[in-house]
């Protein structure tokens, strides 16, 4: 299986970039640390998309971390061969405040 790429669209890099600056507040280095974690599932989903979970009509996937309490959902382009990750969410909100 070939690699696809990965688009973070505007809203999850948005969420991405205010939970890194999160961690390295708390502690210096959590962020890079967080950072690291993303990466390595973004590889992962990068090398096969449909490892993880699919819902909602097996559109959207939901990849959970496992360090930190975030999921990454993403929804894959088979004629692109694209990724696109739509939201980097922590776990701890609102389900309903989850939006496209």
Request: aromatic residues 20%; glycine residues 4%; hydrophobic residues 40%.
């Amino acid at each position: 299986m070939s690699q696809y790429s990965i688009e973070i669209l505007k809203p999850a890099e948005i969420e991405f970039d205010e939970a890194f600056e999160y961690y390295n507040e708390q502690l210096p280095g959590l962020g890079r640390r967080f950072y690291g974690e993303v990466s390595r599932y973004l590889s992962s989903i990068s090398e096969n998309p449909y490892k993880f979970a699919a819902k909602y009509d097996n559109e959207l996937h939901f990849a959970t971390l496992k360090i930190f309490p975030f999921l990454i959902v993403y929804w894959v382009d088979e004629a692109l061969k694209t990724v696109f990750v739509v939201s980097i969410f922590h776990t701890s909100r609102n389900p309903i405040k989850f939006q496209l």
